[in-house]
């Protein structure tokens, strides 16, 4: 491993585990996106070695017009651990993150370990189940901002999720309507088909993305598909919702504590 790469992980890493921000590296220190991978694999490897588990991955990008505005042609993705689980319906801790948002997702459940790209077809025989989901996203670098190489290093801004109950029934999840409400206020509409026009799609991506890599993803996986809508910024005390049209609902409220920082998002 490189210096800069053990560096700069390991600078991810504090980021995360002191809830400061940090420059971004790419204008003083740049690396390429092959690099970037290496780097969020270094800084999970703090966590695995501090005794977190990994249960799943996320996915990024999931939206064409956001490939579009970063100038790529496929997802990103990032680990998913059992310390980012929140309880359904609990409270989340804001102290713990810099600028956190939320974001409505679909999560899917694996029942049969993925070990190569699969084919939309094959998709659905490798899950057991599907829930509603709320990712929590906190960028470790300052105001939100960074660049594509960044926030893949930065384990693409993953840092909670919380997921509802679950289902076995993927017939409706081509268009079902999605609902984000604040305080009981609709914040965010929109469809599971801004997810890559259906949800089934992020799994043939993480397929494809973790042979790649060489990495095999077990059984009873989480799989976060990807955001539905636009985040939304989490307030101190608030109560946050996510409805996914025929799969129900979930949510959280944040603690009274206020997050050390509010940025804006790039």
Known sequence: ?????????TALDRAARQAEPLAQFSASSPFSLDEAYLIQRASM?????????????????????????????SLIWGWLTDAMLEEDGGVVDLGRFIHPRAEPEVCFVTRRAIERPLTQ???ADYLEAVA??????DSRYQAFKFSLEDVVADN???SGLVVGAWSRDFAGLANAGVLMRIDGRVVQAGSTAAILGHPLRSLVQASQLLARAEIALPAGSLIMAGAATAAEALTPGAHV???????GECGFT??????????TRA
């Open 254 to 263: 944040c603690s009274a504590a206020r997050a050390p920082q509010q940025g």
């Open 241 to 247: 919702s996510v409805e996914i049209a025929g799969y």
């Open 45 to 73: 490897a703090r966590r695995y070695a501090d005794g977190e588990r990994m249960v799943g991955v996320k996915l990024g990008f999931t939206s064409r017009a956001k490939m579009i505005q970063m100038g790529v042609d």
């Open 1 to 9: 491993m490189s210096t800069d790469i053990a560096r700069i992980a």
């Open 121 to 123: 077809l094959e998709a």
């Open 156 to 158: 693409c801004s993953s």
């Open 132 to 137: 509603p989901a709320i990712e929590i996203i």
